[in-house]
């Protein structure tokens, strides 16, 4: 019954702006942190945003820092990444993930969208 579904990633050109959603359904979002993470080919899988349930605490890596805002809507078990003046190295596959707290480990997964930034 739990599930985490991401959309909206695609081909965007360096400078460009794509928002991905990832959508919960089988449980309450209001119950957990929510971060976004994203891996690209031959490189390790990392934290790229994480947003708390309760304490408005959010976490951006340096690399994305700026140009990546996460957001949450509970009332609509939706998650977002608004993502700006996107770089190739930001080319990646990116999941969404529940975890307990955004220092944790994630407990759920989403498949994944590919979001290659490219000329």
């Known amino acids: 019954q739990v599930q985490l579904v991401e959309s909206g990633g695609g081909l965007v050109q360096p400078g460009g702006s794509l928002r991905l959603s990832c959508v919960a359904s089988?449980?309450?979002?209001?119950?957990?942190?929510l971060g976004w993470f994203r891996q690209a080919p031959g490189k390790e899988r990392e934290k790229v945003a994480c947003i708390s349930k309760t304490d408005g605490f959010t976490y951006y890596s340096d690399s994305v820092k700026g140009r990546l805002t996460i957001s949450r809507d509970n009332a609509k078990n939706t998650l977002y990444l608004q993502m700006n003046s996107l770089k190739p190295e930001d080319t990646a596959v990116y999941f969404c993930?529940?975890?307990?707290?955004?220092?944790?480990?994630?407990?759920?997964w989403g498949q994944g969208t590919q979001v290659t930034v490219s000329s």
């Open positions: 993930a529940t975890l307990g707290h955004c220092t944790g480990d994630p407990y759920s």
């Open positions: 089988g449980f309450t979002l209001d119950y957990y942190a």
